[in-house]
């Protein structure tokens, strides 16, 4: 772990500040071959209620969920359902080579494990689409989208979960495999597991009032997504042996707010919990020894040993995908995790508070991560890695005129954290792909659409569904012209032309 900010106080205030401006550096250019691409998931665009009524797909944990909270639910999404030909048009007029999404195992097959043969040939039509325009397809195959029917009995605490993702990772290479360029099996597992069942933020939330118990089920839910992974990988390299099978991980890099021994000890417990708990299971084949030590051996699956094995596919990865949004400070403090997070009065923080620790603070959080990730685990096995996710939550009000949104902080973001891949690049850390978290605003889960949890390049009016494009998005576009950070900053000076 490591902990290279020096001393900080907590801060006392929750001040949101803008991204301060950052001179780009001359000589920030990607290596030609080098993946520039755009992410977004299903469920957050599709708008489940389409998918229902058209396809008879099964309802996601997430509509439950959000009805049972009074939170705004993924029914209406962007309306990809059936906006899929303008949106990908959008992707074209960027110039997105490179695009990564997911396939919904709500969608993909019943409750009896049968394909539902119409989300099938709503995949294919959009897929084929893009195919034709030459833009590569990344595909998740478990973004969150788990059935409402495997959450009624426990969802993921429930080794059955893991068997009907391995059928529709099944399904997806044999009906869809002709389209998709390189498959990611999981989504972050943590977000998943951890702060679903409990921290309790996303479906299904917990399951009971003891944090105890919640954490119990937690581990149980991240163990069986890894062993998910594990049949999934197997099954599918026996329908399609050359495909390329990755997966994506969040990750957070974690530091003391002071080089005791107390607070060093809060950063490596964050650290084992958010990053090394999925590192080590799937690399090494064994979850991180003193974690297992504070959680306890009645906290772990009953007979977890014996899926070790099936878990244990990092050596066969074709990529490691590095999700990245936020570091974060920890000191020593209470509960299970016995730490507790300090916030930086008056540092930059997305419109969701997160800290992103950009400049005149502490920049190198994407590139400590990387080099954290590769000199840790290449040993084991490790090859490359995509970001494979990178984006900043930011209120943009549109006037219902405006024809381009400002949404400098947000390129400001996205170029500081290429600068830090570039250094990680030029370390020899082989980094081939940075996909840029999203195209459009879409459902963000809990925050639902509330526009501080927009992290799209181009608007999404929540009214008409209209699209509206962010400078973000020109920016990206150029970028993806030149792979030249300073050439798109040029580009967007003054006037700019729409793609």
Known sequence: MQNGLASYSQSGGNRIVSLPLVNPQPGITLPPGFKLGIADSDLQVIGEDHTLAEEGSEPTMWKRFTEERGLPTPGVGIDRYHRWREDAGYLRRMGIRHYRTSVSMSRTLDRNGEVNRRAIEWYRRYFGTLKESDISIYAALYHWELPQYLSEIGGWTNRASADMLRRHAQAVVEHLGEFIEEYFILNEPWCSSMLSYYEGVHAPGNLYADERENLRAGIAAAHHLLLGQGLSYNAMKEIAPDAKISTVLNFEPAYAT??????????????????????????????????????????????????????????????????????????????????????????????????????????????????????????????????????????????????????????????????????????????????????????????????????????????????????????????????????????????????
């Open 258 to 499: 002071t080089t005791s021994p107390e607070n060093t000890l809060a950063a490596r417990i964050r650290d084992g919990y958010y990053n090394a708990w999925f590192l080590d299971a799937i690399f090494r084949g064994r979850y991180p020894e003193f974690m297992v030590r504070l959680y306890g051996e009645d906290a772990m699956p009953p007979g977890y040993e014996r899926d070790m094995e099936t878990i244990k596919i990092g050596d066969k990865l074709h990529v490691l995908g590095v999700n990245y949004y936020r570091g974060a400070l920890y000191r020593a403090g209470g509960g299970e995790l016995r730490s507790e997070q300090v916030l930086i009065e008056g540092a930059p923080r997305n419109s969701l508070e997160w800290p992103i620790f950009q400049p005149p603070y502490y920049s190198e959080g994407l590139y400590d991560l990387l080099q954290q990730i590769y000199f840790g685990y290449r040993a084991e096995g490790l090859k490359k890695m995509y970001v494979s996710e990178n984006g900043m939550a930011l209120a943009t009000p549109w006037d219902g005129k405006t024809e381009l949104i400002d949404d400098e902080p947000r390129v400001n973001y996205h170029r500081e954290n290429l600068r830090q891949l570039h250094k990680a690049l030029l370390r020899g850390i082989p980094v081939e792909g940075y996909f840029a978290w999203t195209l459009m605003d879409n459902f963000e889960w809990s925050e639902g659409y509330r526009p501080e949890s927009a992290f799209g390049m181009i608007h999404v009016d929540r009214d008409s569904l209209e699209r509206v494009w962010k400078k973000s998005a020109l920016w990206y576009s150029e970028l993806l012209k030149t792979h030249d950070v300073s050439q798109a900053d040029a580009s967007v000076k003054g006037d700019v032309n729409m793609p």
